[in-house]
């Protein structure tokens, strides 16, 4: 039996503590985006004292005593900086501490696109924090203990709230908006970067399909970028319906398990993690119907598990946990990445790290 000294069961008490009320973290997280803490922040020239906050967001005269407690939880964990005054500079020490973004809030402040970085993740946050996340996770024991083999526990999410995700927007307006409102977000950050260091795997390309693409913030990106690129989205029509037309990007209702439109080049960015590999192989099945035998190709940004950075790995592996909570698919690794694509027929495809723990993935018929 292993054996440990004092120090180290010390320490790995305050590490299982540390996870124990790991879900604090993101509510926090959610809370400090909802009162706007790293707008307020980023509006007083990226440093705040206390009462600089307390003017900024709403928050009632009883909560007042509480904010700097949050505050000291979200400096803590790397979400704001803080610093505190000089000795004899203040009598209230707490009410002159100054607050600072670090690069993690500086992402959730609204504009943070300016001057050409990337756009505010907030959306996307709030968007993976619903109450339908929240409840789905908390189920994620009993369904492993679950072994009635019914459709209704293929997912922890599915035994919460009775039908998947797509469902749940399907029937909740505000979910669907709050959902898409935060894949936009994410997305407009992984093209901003795809298209200005990977711009190549566009090359040659004179129309393209965003499948599942929802409002179409990486199919209007790439039109941008590239005003040749005839650029659709096909998604579900409670999707797509309620957008109108923009004279940028076509929208095309429709199945991508059914069918999907002649193009050039079939886009799928954080699709195919949604998907088991059976699934995953007749989408992509469907795309190589698509494109043509010569010069068309599947373009694919997704995760390939297996970082050698211990953070870049635990975003991975993150994420795949949250598959298989909110969905019936998962993260892959390389094997199996390449095990899906030659299932479907693809005899060659070229895959390079982008976004830290994501990938681009060209795949040829």
Known sequence: MATFSNEELLQAHAELWDLTFGYLKSMALECAIKLGLPNAIHRCGGAATLPDLLDAVSVPESKKAHLPRLMRFLAAFGIFTVSAPAAGECADGEKASVYGLTPVSRLLADDAGANGSCGSLSPFVLSQTTKYHVKAAM?????????????????????????????????????????????????QL??????????????????????GGGPGSAARAIARAFPHVKCSVLDLPNVVNSIPSDGVVEYISGDMMSSIPTTDAVFLKYIMHDWNDEDCVKILMQCKKAIPESGGKVIIIDIVVGSPLKAMLEAQVSFDLLMMVITAGKERDEHEWRKIFMDAGFSHHKTRPVLGFMAITELYA
């Open 139 to 187: 189920h994620l024991p009993e369904w492993f203990m679950s072994d009635d083999g019914a459709a209704a526990v293929a997912m922890p999410f599915r035994m919460a709230h009775g039908t998947d995700l797509w469902g749940v927007m399907e029937h909740d307006p505000k979910m669907n908006q709050v959902f898409n409102a935060g894949m936009g977000s994410d997305t």
């Open 190 to 211: 992984a093209m901003d970067f795809v298209i200005s260091n990977y711009g190549d795997v566009f090359e040659g390309v004179t129309s393209l399909v965003d499948v």
